[in-house]
């Protein structure tokens, strides 16, 4: 698996005793580097992103905006939690450009890996076309997307957010965009206040978004349920070319920025699932972008979980249907829908989006 970093996403600096700092990184890479199985990673260094390519989801004014601040040096905000410092500029736009360069690595032809993980700082997914928030400067899963339209010729993409706070500058920018299916799991209601399940996007993109609000406690029952129940079937419908997955790590039980309770395990199974779905629907094509996720050493064993998931996929050619997939995922006697605690909610989806069974 091609596996994007740079040292100098560690320069980004949003102020004293913030969540969203170096360490995160730190604890990643140091992980990554004692982990059995490091031999099947290939390092990849990012490139910077211009700014023509970050038009492509954001505007002029507000890209001069954050180079501008970020080149005046100190410490600047875009607004009460967003930091900006003279590294800041350059570091998301590493970021951006790492997120293309996981995507030109596995479109080549014959690729080693079909699929990458990106780690960098800042995250991306409540950045929005022209402002930043939530930590985030740059809304970098976005961008891949829609470099990976443009310059792939791709023209369905589904982007699967398990991070524990809505995505809701992604959902903006693909709100009335049926080329683009945004799936999020998230905490609701909880920071930033959006992802209800009735949000299902506008015009061309009316029910091409998906949110699973869960509520405080969720648990790892209601996602594996939520994934085999109606994702799996909903993106088969859909038949997208690639998936991205933005990947926030704050749904862990230990993480203080959520209530929600998955173990690091948990990322594993939700990856097989994925993994599953992209073997047969885009060539196993996947890229993951790191998002949240704020208690260190939970954060880094969840990466690691989350890229064996990916690599963990021998069995998956003798799944046959959603039936096999839950099999493979739970334990026997396990009953996923005995123990979800967002039944109703479920149900809701499953009705508004035309999923049986």
Wanted: hydrophobic content about 35%.
């Amino acid at each position: 698996m091609y596996f994007v970093y740079d040292d100098f996403f560690l320069k980004h600096e949003n102020g004293p005793s913030h969540p969203e700092n170096p360490d995160r990184l730190v604890y990643i890479m140091d992980a990554l580097g004692k982990w059995q199985y490091s031999d099947s990673i290939d390092m990849v260094s990012p490139e910077e992103a211009n700014e023509k390519q970050l038009a492509m989801v954001h505007t002029e004014e507000y890209i001069n905006a954050v180079r501008k601040l970020s080149s005046g040096g100190g410490l600047s905000f875009l607004d009460m939690d967003t930091g900006v410092n003279k590294y800041t500029y350059k570091s998301a736009i590493l970021g951006a450009g790492g997120c293309f360069k996981g995507l030109d690595l596995i479109f080549r032809p014959n690729p080693r890996f079909n699929k990458f993980f990106l780690a960098a700082r800042p995250p991306g997914h409540h950045a929005f076309p022209s402002r930043g928030s939530g930590f985030c400067i740059f809304n970098t899963i976005s961008l891949g997307a829609k470099y990976a339209q443009k310059k792939y010729g791709i023209e369905k993409i589904a982007i699967i957010d398990f991070d524990a706070h809505h995505g809701n500058g992604t959902q903006d920018v693909f709100y009335d965009d049926g080329s683009v299916f945004y799936i999020s799991f998230h905490q609701y209601p909880h920071y930033p206040g959006s992802g209800n399940f009735n949000e299902m996007g506008d015009g061309s993109g009316k029910g091409y978004n998906l949110n699973f609000p869960f509520i405080p406690g969720t648990k790892e029952p209601d996602y594996i349920a939520a994934i085999i129940d109606i994702v799996v079937p909903v993106v088969e419908r859909f038949a997208p070319e690639l998936i991205l997955v933005s990947a926030g790590y704050d749904s862990h039980f230990s993480d203080h920025m959520s209530s929600l309770g998955l173990n690091a395990v948990s990322y594993r199974k939700i990856m097989i699932a994925i993994s599953s779905l992209a073997q047969y629907l885009c060539k196993g094509r996947i890229g993951i972008i790191l998002e949240g996720g704020y208690e260190y050493l939970s954060t880094s064993e969840s990466v690691l979980e989350t890229l064996y998931g990916c690599m963990d996929i021998s069995g998956l050619g003798d799944i046959k249907d959603r039936q096999g997939l839950e099999d493979y995922l739970t334990e026997d006697g396990c009953n996923l829908r005995e123990k979800a605690r967002n039944w109703q909610i479920l149900k809701k989806i499953k009705d508004l989006f035309g999923v049986e069974g």
